[in-house]
C-alpha cells in the first residue's frame, strides 16, 4: 500500500510541472543586481535552464541581446547570442517563476 501512495504522489507532482512560458521558446527574468550598478539578466528555456544571459552597468536596451519597447520600458526583442535568431518577446499571463527569477517577458520565434 506505501507503494501505491509514493507512485500516486510522484503521479501528482509530476502532473503539476508546468512551462514557465507556454508556448513560447524563451523567458526573459527581471534584473539580478551584481554590484557596483552591474545587473544580469538571465534567459531561461521552458524548463527553466539558464540558456543566455547579459551582464552589464549600461542600459540593456543598448547594449547587448535584447531589444526595448518605448515608455513603459520592456524586453519586446532577444537576439539569441548562440544562433543569431531573433524572438518577439512580451508580457504573458501565464509566465511564471524560475527559482526566485520572476518572469518579465515570455519570447518566441515568429518568424523574423
Known sequence: MKTFFAILSLAVAASQVAAVCPGFNFAI???IPEGNGVNHWNVYDDSCNVVDGLTTNQNPCD???????????L??????SFTGLRYACRTDPNSGVCGSDVI?????????
Open 29 to 31: 527574468g527581471n534584473a
Open 63 to 73: 547594449v547587448g541581446i535584447f531589444g526595448c519597447s518605448p515608455p513603459p520600458v
Open 75 to 80: 524586453f519586446n526583442e532577444y537576439t539569441n
Open 104 to 112: 518579465s517577458v515570455c519570447c518566441r520565434n515568429d518568424g523574423n
